[in-house]
């Protein structure tokens, strides 16, 4: 119904009727509100956002921890910020979205994302998971895969002890995800010569090359240890890389078959792997039954086009804290269902406004959601500084919904204040 209609149609109603039919269809203008600062806080080890307004509204958003380096990236941002709507989010991020990158690059550029919608969420009066179209389930499942105890050795039975303690973490995990190969140096050092090259230092993960066939067997004795506790009770995932050559790739991923784990991530390219590999990927997918799953690194929706549209992997794991946030990511879910793709985001170091951000966004994804990893807070007072989180927080494995505007969690400012640098003392304010 245009306006021209509505207003014929009203004209013929007793003037009570029309002034409630008015009310009802046509909403009372509320004054624009505007970005009028960006500001950025290293709080114990993770970045945070606020975006503020000229209402009294500001929006918070977090990056991945140990990243103090963000900070300048994060500014970068501001002048293309000041003066929109922040509830016009695809608009705001029109304005930015091209200047991110691969992880780190992409992490500044998710932060806001986050931050405009807690501002759109605490605009609308509703939890952000409205803003994503709506929650289509009450709980949301998360899967384990960093909070551990110290690992004893790093031999099989070292292994299968240290899973053994998380299968009964109070927590009720249904899903636990342990790092083998490439992905974990400590067992790449476990015994001598497990490949063919010398062990490199320099920025994150750094290794990669051709296993011989004892670095294959201990990879694998490992892994049959940790299934062999978790058995079907407790589904076991294995973050295996970057750093596997394909032929070693596909003779690890055939002989995981039998143990059907939950997937194998990041055999070939990974974390911070500034490229998707989506041809190299399909040729290990179609090479065995086993599940196959990549995609923390990769920024923007763009980058996941040739891994969804060649069915290159059976799961995707972005991380909404770098793929560019919680819309983008919703974006990249739907068409991954499309073909058949499962999603579980990556979350580990993504903070406790972070753990929000994943709540909201499983809750309004679709039905390929397997379960995100459940970040911490980190250090430990970060359970101080914010409020709004359930008490506890995962029960039997998953963390219900909350309803609260926004993305429902708070800082304690006077608590949160005592934990900022001097350099950031005013980021309250
Ligand atoms: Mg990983």
Known sequence: MNNWTRRGLISTLPAAAASRLLSQTLPASRPKIKITDLKCAIIGKSPVVRIVTDQGI??????????????????????????????DVENVMMQIRRMGAFKPWGAAVSAIE???????????????????????RDRVRVYNGGFRPPMNGQM?????????????????????????????????????????DEPRGGASHPNKGILTERGMNHILACAEAMKKVLGDQVGLALDCGPGFMIKDAITFAK???????????????????????ADLYRDLKQATSATIHTGEQIYNRQNFKDLIEKQAVDVLGPDPEDVGGIGEFKWIAEYADLHSIAVAPHGIFDGLIGLAAHVHLAAALPQNFIAFEYPYGQPEWWYDIIEGLPNPIVKKGFIDVWDAP????????????????????GFFD
């Open 114 to 136: 986050i931050a405009l919608w807690d501002i759109a969420g605490k605009v609308a009066g509703q939890p952000v998971y409205k803003m994503l179209g709506g929650k289509i």
């Open 156 to 196: 099989p039975k070292d292994y299968a002890e240290n899973v053994q303690q998380m299968k009964e973490a109070k927590e009720g995990y249904t899903l636990i995800k342990m790092a083998v190969g490439f992905h974990n140096a400590n067992m790449m050092k476990a015994i001598p010569d497990m490949w063919y």
């Open 255 to 277: 002989a995981c078959e039998p143990m059907r784990l939950t997937w194998l991530e990041d055999l070939l390219t990974g974390d911070y792997t500034p490229y998707p590999n």
């Open 406 to 425: 926004g993305l429902g969690v708070n800082f304690r400012v006077k608590a949160a204040k005592a934990r900022l640098s001097p350099e950031d003392s």
């Open 58 to 87: 500001s929006g918070f958003g977090q990056a991945e921890s140990y990243k103090d380096y963000l900070k300048p990236m994060v500014m970068f941002y501001k002048k293309y910020l000041i003066g929109h709507d922040p509830t």
